[in-house]
DNA sequence: GTTTTCATGTAACCCGTTACATGATTCA
DNA sequence: TGAATCATGTAACGGGTTACATGAAAAC
């Protein structure tokens, strides 16, 4: 309801959830769960775990690391998950709604699909792709009431952004088909993951879904 | 030098340069030139319009539409570059800097490339894929680093992640080599794009500049 | 005649960055 | 011994969004 970021907090919680760390090292994990791979800052992270300390989801303890001769004075905070957060986060990670779908968002929740149940799952990836083709179809037809009067540059930009996100689509209806094979088989919940792995290039995924034509 | 975004300024710029508009109609076009196709909300919009008025870089004419009977009251504000506006956006579009090479900073630059020489042209096109490299390259490390350790979604977040930027990189190649052809062709400045508008996956452009392998 | 779309704006707020400050540890 | 990296933090700022306020024109 607020904001609509709520990025960093699920990531956080879901890293810790998978092995404590402190900050330094949590930061470049962060890096790979956010989907873009900009550097997260200081600025951002310390303060975040400041608050989720505060409101008792984390703990930190100091950790005095023994360097390689004695017992060092300046140590590293090592967070962990408390029982609160660890509850907290299954209530994150159970939850889906329109901001789940968004870029971030879904890159976040998608990482940690691993503690996540197979409905969930199936709802968040299929909510996602929804929002995608709405996306697509802004795109192609702001796309066609404009290409006239837009210089080639432009047009190349959209053509390629059009590309990008239909792409997008294709590798949801990969992962989609594949949740809908292991909900078949397997009685939901195994965490069996068994993603398309197709190693670049392969168009033959989901063959007729997203069609080529009526682009003029 | 400052923040870093100046990604608003440039493309309002640019477009009102294409073509004079008020600011509702500039809000949607601006979607198009941004990159990712969130919308642009008014609260950003007018400020900077009104900001870049009084730099007097664009100005505002109330236009009393004349609806279908007669004039009516509630005009709205047509703006159009002023020749100091003019003057700077030159300046802007000729100038390239690390900056530049970020994401929407890229495609708002590579959007108004018709209205930039050349030499600019290749100068950004080969910063960005610079760039996007290097950013391969710490993907790849950090992938490689923490790959038995992650859980098989994270890694698929990854591996598609890796692969995006793979595919920006050909794309950026298949620009380059075109660049270099109208440049060895014409005089430079001619403003003639000609970009590949291979329709769909097109695998050849550039065929071994990525390397596929190396990966472990 | 009422709803939807067009059209312009402001104020509060949020999430993140930059720049700064500090100090320990490891490596050359 | 001095530089690079590890490690933790704070304060100021910046660029964007949401929510609000207002009203005319077009569509139904």
New interface residues.
Partial sequence: MRGRSDVLEPAILGLLH??PMHGYELR??L???L???RALSYGSLYPCLKSLVERNWIQGTESVVTPHTVASKRARIVYQLTADGKEHLQEVLASSGPATWE?ENF?VR?????QTDAETRLRILEGRRTRLTE?LE??RL??AR?RE?M????L??????L?????EVR?LDG?IDNERGIRRTRPAGTGR???A?T???D?DVAPARTT?KERG
Same sequence: chains 1, 2.
């Fill in positions: 998978e092995s470049k994990r890096n790979l769960v989907g873009s791979f870029d890159d998608f990482a940690f699909f691993g996306r802004t795109i702001s796309f404009t009067r210089d080639e540059y432009t190349e930009l959209q053509r390629h952004g590309e990008q996100v239909e792409r590798w992962l993951p068994a993603v792995d190693p670049a290039g168009d080529e």
